[in-house]
């Protein structure tokens, strides 16, 4: 690996409570070239509710100011950036995009949590065996491609769908398919490899293979110590060869324009 765009940090909530320059610090010790830092996006509900996992609407300036600082302390010696990770919510997502843009975030990726509205949806790493569910993940990511926006789709198996598998692997076909016509990589994610959750899913790998999808590594780090991939990314490389898969090593960012 020489970039991963997928880092949190203690602003999510659910991320070790350490400073940002560890990760950077690791990712320079690694090798790579580029770092960049994906906080989950604010989503600023009318109601004013805060989600418990994401950047509260408050800590923005902090978030975007400690970065790059630390961004131009750290040129000489790596890439770094500043994005989010990023829902698509039928009702929300213009919202979200509208309350980042003053602060011009580089770039986006995809990470699709829940089923259409976070308040109204389902949490997709729940075991389901609703077809409608299954399906409402896959139409909120692919129109989520189809904005532009997104330089990658992560965790791309977080369905958690334990129903009919001719339903998954059609669903998942259509998926990839989308993904694949819209020139967007799939992430094989390293975070749900190293806690043995359900993603990544080899029989969805199989289906992005038979499709002929690229297909990148995510850190989706939450500590420092995530950063240090050498005995997942081997796993991986293992694992996503054996289906006759390359990841790409580096991958065109889709820098967003504001």
Not at 134 to 159: S, W
Not at 221 to 227: K, Q, R, V
Not at 244 to 251: A, S, V
Request: contains cysteine.
């Amino acid at each position: 690996m020489r970039i991963n765009l997928h880092t949190h940090t203690y602003r999510c909530h659910h991320a070790s409570d350490v400073s940002d320059r560890l990760y950077i610090e690791n990712a320079i010790s690694a090798g790579f070239e580029t770092l960049g830092f994906s906080e989950h996006i604010p989503c600023p509900f009318p109601d004013g509710h805060e989600s418990s996992y994401r950047l509260y609407k408050r800590d923005i300036d902090e978030y975007f100011n400690t970065l790059r600082q630390l961004k131009e302390e750290y040129k000489n010696d790596i890439n770094i950036l500043v994005g989010f990770e990023v829902e698509y919510y039928p009702k929300y997502f213009n919202d979200m995009v509208n309350f980042v843009a003053p602060y011009k975030p580089e770039y986006f990726i995809l990470g699709q949590h829940f089923t259409y509205n976070e308040e109204d949806g389902q949490y997709c790493a729940i075991k389901t065996d609703s077809y409608n569910c299954l399906k409402n993940y896959v139409d909120n990511a692919l129109a989520g491609i189809e904005t532009g926006k997104f330089t990658y789709l992560c965790h791309p198996d977080l369905i958690n769908f334990t129903g009919d598998k001719k339903l998954y692997v059609d669903e998942m076909t259509r998926l990839c398919v989308g993904a694949k016509q819209h020139n967007l990589p799939l992430e094989f994610n390293f975070h749900g490899w190293r806690l043995h959750r359900h993603y990544p899913c080899s029989e969805f790998f199989k289906i992005a293979a038979q499709v002929g999808n690229d297909v990148v590594l995510g850190c989706d780090a939450h500590s420092p110590e995530a950063i240090i991939t050498d005995d997942t990314e081997s796993d991986a490389l293992k694992l996503l060869g054996e289906l006759g898969i390359k990841p790409l090593e580096i991958f065109p960012i889709n820098y967003l324009c504001w």
